[in-house]
């Protein structure tokens, strides 16, 4: 079975007949103003960055399409301009409400017409909004893919003039995609409940199987593609790998110490608060922000960065969709992501202002069984979720209710990983067996039962998809993984997995950094003597059989043998019992890993995955090395690895005081207008009023971003603050 009879066999379809497969035919309506006046007049651009031009070009000619534009590349001005233009509403799909509200106020300062309809109001709201659209007072309307569940939804959208249906975060729509949601495969139906108007879908990563699930699942009609180069020539993507926290928190002191402004990505919560902490005990100003906090909470933290009250974001992965600042100089990943999608998605909100950046991956073996959890959480087996549905018939009251939370549920029905209790449900919920409801006055969220006569054994779930998506995600770490274990540049690494060939290597990711180094070369006497000790301990580490050497250690735990640790694992191993035991203790830790490293490039060790852990053992060469029956080149590790980064560009200079008051300004007017203060103007704005000093709003709309719109509806107050600071300093 294809992927779309799998989506046509879980969705119940909201109209029958087939798709029209035609072409789309070319627009023959007139535009209500060219593209390029659209940029300068609402965005105070004198021009489109690269790829952009191109695919307004092909959306004003009535082509459906799906664009590819990395994270930065300005892919929301590929669908507003547009809208701008043409007769007729744009619907925007997108999944996430704060990124909804986001984009509106942003084009509302803009003096653009924007609305949008999500959870977040009621069913009277959403109907006043939906009869300004056919009044003509909106051009954008922003929608949440769930309210196309609802076919009385459906019935009022029917009846609008539907210019264009521009699909955000489109990755979102494939089971292969690294945020799926399961409302977006109802798209492509409800494309055809509107008449199939122009559909554009837009992602900022999309693997070449995901881009086919797209164009499947909304049956695009004859579609352009646009895939723009996924390379980010000013990041500097580096994957360190660390033994122990110790050395991860160094490694954070120093990349604050050096680029000051950036993002610190944690997997779990706990780990949020635990760096804060530390970040604290620096003295270092900083942010949290996680799905434990409230949404006051969230929304003061991501204000204050974006603001400049601090510089320091520390964060889960929801963390950075809409975020409007430019100047963030480092991305940090404490532990290693779920995927590379997540990955290089956080990693590119470092330099969106193109200047020179560095992303830095702190990579620990054992910081993996925490994605592993996640993905066991995701993915409940067919066993948990007979035992969940079986608690809830065994619990249900006479209404077939029942008010447990998630954690009672888990305890009752035997399940170790509570997530797996709310997909589980999900699961349930979305196969029509069962509802999730609000208890007045209760913070736990109570179960209904819509099928009670079926039984447990009755369950009709479909468990191959239910498998391939398991199998997905454990796809998808392994590939991340593997990644960091790989020789060959970042840059390049990455960008062959979105499908793209690279021209050439990044220069500037510690792979490329290291093989600047030097050309392998036979080891000196005293090298090779140290190379020998190394791979006695790798040996004495490993067993042998007649096949030859079998691997029963990794790499760290090597290391801490061969310089002397006594750690409790080390000792309850019996490890400092083996003759090889601190026999590199004048080396360091740190130089014996980068060691290690060097010898598995020269081929003298190899990795073996075993249930799942990558262990180290000798390769054949490796072995006769170590008895001095064969020499082999390598590249010697400096005593101290070398951490360049390019430093960044200075900015034109400005005067902190007068930045200060136009920010003050600015923050005024956002609480004026109930608006988070960046979409007033954004820093960047700020610091080129401060720098070129405008007199007059023709002046300031010279400017780069800054617009017409903007400077009629907010500039005055600024305009004056720089009169009177120039005349204070004249």
């Given at each position: 079975?294809?992927?779309?009879?799998?989506?046509?066999?879980?969705?119940?379809?909201?109209?029958?007949?087939?798709?029209?497969?035609?072409?789309?035919?070319?627009?023959?309506?007139?535009?209500?103003?060219?593209?390029?006046?659209?940029?300068?007049?609402?965005?105070?651009f004198?021009?489109?960055?690269?790829?952009?031009?191109?695919?307004?070009?092909?959306?004003?000619?009535?082509?459906?399409?799906?664009?590819?534009?990395?994270?930065?590349?300005?892919?929301?001005?590929?669908?507003?301009?547009?809208?701008?233009?043409?007769?007729?509403?744009?619907?925007?799909?997108?999944?996430?409400?704060?990124?909804?509200?986001?984009?509106?106020?942003?084009?509302?300062?803009?003096g653009?017409?924007?609305?949008?309809?999500?959870?977040?109001?009621?069913?009277?709201?959403?109907?006043?909004?939906?009869?300004?659209?056919?009044?003509?007072?909106?051009?954008?309307?922003?929608?949440?893919?769930?309210?196309?569940?609802?076919?009385?939804?459906?019935?009022?959208?029917?009846?609008?003039?539907?210019?264009?249906?521009?699909?955000?975060?489109?990755?979102?729509?494939?089971q292969?995609?690294?945020?799926?949601?399961?409302?977006?495969?109802?798209?492509?139906?409800?494309?055809?409940?509107?008449?199939?108007?122009?559909?554009?879908?837009?992602?900022?990563?999309?693997?070449?199987?995901?881009?086919?699930?797209?164009?499947?699942?909304?049956?695009?009609?004859?579609?352009?593609?646009?895939?723009?180069?996924?390379?980010?020539?000013?990041?500097?993507?580096?994957?360190?790998?660390?033994?122990?926290?110790?050395?991860?928190?160094?490694?954070?002191?120093a990349?604050?110490?050096?680029?000051?402004?950036?993002?610190?990505?944690?997997?779990?919560?706990?780990?949020?608060?635990?760096?804060?902490?530390?970040?604290?005990?620096?003295?270092?100003?900083?942010?949290?922000?996680?799905?434990?906090?409230?949404?006051?909470?969230?929304?003061?933290?991501?204000?204050?960065?974006?603001?400049?009250?601090?510089?320091?974001?520390?964060?889960?992965?929801?963390f950075?969709?809409?975020?409007?600042?430019?100047?963030?100089?480092?991305?940090?990943?404490?532990?290693?992501?779920?995927?590379?999608?997540?990955?290089?998605?956080?990693?590119?909100?470092?330099?969106r202002?193109?200047?020179?950046?560095?992303?830095?991956l702190?990579?620990?073996?054992?910081?993996?069984?925490?994605?592993?959890?996640?993905?066991?959480?995701?993915?409940?087996?067919?066993?948990?979720?007979?035992g969940?549905?079986?608690?809830?018939?065994?619990?249900?009251?006479?209404?077939?209710?029942?008010?447990?939370?998630?954690?009672?549920?888990?305890?009752?029905?035997?399940?170790?990983?509570?997530?797996?209790?709310?997909?589980?449900?999900?699961?349930?919920?979305?196969?029509?067996?069962?509802?999730?409801?609000?208890?007045?006055?209760?913070?736990?969220?109570?179960?209904?039962?819509?099928?009670?006569?079926?039984?447990?054994?009755?369950?009709?779930?479909?468990?191959?998809?239910?498998?391939e998506?398991?199998?997905?995600?454990?796809?998808?770490?392994k590939?991340?993984?593997?990644?960091?274990?790989?020789?060959?540049?970042?840059?390049?690494?990455?960008?062959?997995?979105?499908?793209?060939?690279?021209?050439?290597?990044?220069?500037?990711?510690?792979?490329?950094?290291?093989?600047?180094?030097?050309?392998?070369?036979?080891?000196?006497?005293?090298?090779a003597?140290?190379?020998?000790?190394?791979?006695?301990?790798?040996?004495?580490?490993?067993?042998?059989?007649?096949?030859?050497?079998?691997?029963?250690?990794?790499?760290?735990?090597?290391?801490?043998?061969?310089?002397?640790s006594?750690?409790?694992?080390?000792?309850?191993?019996?490890?400092?019992?083996?003759?090889?035991?601190?026999?590199?203790?004048?080396?360091?830790?740190?130089?014996?890993?980068r060691?290690?490293?060097?010898?598995?490039?020269?081929?003298?060790?190899?990795?073996?995955?075993?249930?799942?852990?990558?262990?180290?053992?000798?390769?054949?060469?490796?072995?006769?090395?170590?008895?001095?029956?064969?020499?082999?080149?390598?590249?010697?590790?400096?005593?101290?690895?070398?951490?360049?980064?390019?430093?960044?560009?200075?900015?034109?200079?400005?005067?902190?005081?007068?930045?200060?008051?136009?920010?003050?300004?600015?923050?005024?007017?956002?609480?004026?207008?109930?608006?988070?203060?960046?979409?007033?103007?954004t820093?960047?704005?700020?610091?080129?009023?401060?720098?070129?000093?405008?007199?007059?709003?023709?002046?300031?709309?010279?400017?780069?971003?800054?617009?017409?719109?903007?400077?009629?509806?907010?500039?005055?107050?600024?305009?004056?603050?720089?009169?009177?600071?120039?005349?204070?300093?004249?």
């Amino acid at each position: 079975m294809d992927f779309q009879t799998r989506i046509d066999a879980v969705i119940d379809p909201m109209l029958g007949g087939d798709v029209d497969r035609a072409m789309t035919e070319k627009r023959t309506t007139p535009l209500e103003m060219p593209a390029s006046d659209a940029l300068a007049k609402h965005f105070g651009f004198d021009g489109f960055r690269d790829g952009q031009q191109e695919v307004i070009d092909q959306i004003l000619e009535g082509r459906d399409g799906l664009v590819v534009m990395p994270t930065g590349g300005g892919k929301s001005l590929c669908f507003q301009i547009p809208a701008l233009c043409l007769p007729g509403v744009t619907l925007v799909i997108s999944p996430l409400i704060a990124l909804m509200k986001d984009q509106v106020d942003g084009l509302v300062a803009r003096g653009i017409p924007a609305t949008l309809i999500n959870s977040s109001l009621s069913w009277p709201e959403q109907q006043k909004r939906l009869d300004g659209v056919r009044r003509g007072e909106w051009k954008l309307v922003y929608i949440a893919p769930e309210r196309f569940r609802a076919e009385s939804f459906l019935r009022v959208v029917k009846e609008l003039d539907v210019a264009l249906f521009a699909v955000d975060e489109a990755h979102c729509l494939s089971q292969w995609g690294h945020d799926f949601r399961p409302d977006y495969m109802r798209l492509g139906q409800a494309l055809e409940a509107l008449g199939r108007p122009q559909c554009v879908a837009f992602t900022a990563t999309a693997t070449p199987t995901v881009r086919e699930d797209i164009l499947q699942v909304l049956k695009l009609r004859e579609p352009f593609e646009c895939v723009s180069g996924f390379a980010r020539p000013n990041l500097s993507l580096n994957i360190r790998h660390v033994e122990t926290r110790a050395q991860k928190d160094a490694r954070v002191k120093a990349i604050i110490e050096q680029h000051k402004t950036g993002i610190i990505y944690c997997a779990t919560r706990k780990k949020v608060d635990l760096v804060a902490e530390l970040l604290e005990s620096w003295n270092v100003s900083c942010i949290s922000y996680h799905g434990g906090m409230s949404d006051a909470e969230r929304n003061l933290a991501q204000e204050k960065f974006i603001q400049r009250e601090v510089d320091i974001a520390i964060a889960t992965n929801a963390f950075g969709m809409g975020i409007d600042r430019a100047d963030v100089r480092f991305v940090i990943h404490y532990e290693v992501p779920g995927s590379i999608e997540a990955y290089y998605q956080e990693a590119g909100r470092a330099g969106r202002d193109g200047q020179p950046s560095t992303c830095e991956l702190l990579f620990n073996y054992a910081d993996t069984r925490t994605q592993e959890f996640f993905i066991d959480g995701a993915n409940p087996s067919i066993a948990d979720i007979h035992g969940i549905y079986q608690y809830l018939l065994n619990e249900a009251n006479t209404d077939y209710e029942i008010h447990r939370s998630i954690e009672e549920i888990a305890k009752g029905g035997g399940i170790k990983n509570s997530m797996a209790v709310g997909n589980a449900l999900l699961l349930l919920a979305r196969a029509g067996y069962l509802e999730r409801f609000d208890l007045p006055k209760s913070r736990v969220r109570a179960t209904r039962l819509l099928q009670p006569q079926v039984l447990t054994s009755q369950l009709r779930l479909d468990t191959r998809a239910l498998d391939e998506k398991n199998h997905r995600d454990r796809k998808k770490l392994k590939a991340m993984v593997a990644m960091c274990d790989a020789r060959q540049c970042r840059q390049s690494h990455i960008l062959e997995y979105f499908g793209e060939r690279a021209k050439a290597p990044c220069g500037k990711c510690d792979r490329c950094l290291s093989s600047k180094q030097g050309h392998a070369k036979l080891p000196e006497k005293e090298q090779a003597m140290i190379i020998r000790k190394a791979l006695s301990g790798v040996a004495r580490m490993s067993s042998r059989n007649t096949h030859g050497w079998v691997a029963r250690f990794g790499r760290a735990r090597i290391a801490q043998m061969l310089a002397g640790s006594r750690t409790q694992e080390v000792l309850s191993a019996g490890l400092d019992q083996l003759t090889t035991h601190g026999i590199l203790k004048e080396q360091g830790i740190d130089f014996i890993n980068r060691l290690l490293r060097a010898m598995l490039d020269a081929g003298l060790v190899h990795t073996e995955t075993i249930r799942d852990f990558p262990l180290l053992t000798l390769t054949p060469l490796g072995d006769q090395v170590m008895r001095e029956k064969a020499e082999a080149a390598i590249v010697w590790p400096s005593s101290e690895e070398p951490q360049k980064s390019a430093k960044s560009t200075p900015a034109a200079a400005i005067d902190e005081t007068l930045f200060t008051l136009l920010r003050n300004e600015r923050s005024r007017l956002a609480k004026r207008d109930g608006m988070p203060a960046y979409v007033i103007f954004t820093n960047r704005a700020l610091e080129s009023m401060a720098a070129h000093l405008p007199d007059t709003n023709a002046q300031a709309c010279q400017l780069h971003g800054i617009s017409e719109a903007k400077m009629e509806r907010y500039g005055a107050g600024f305009i004056e603050i720089i009169g009177l600071w120039k005349t204070q300093k004249s």
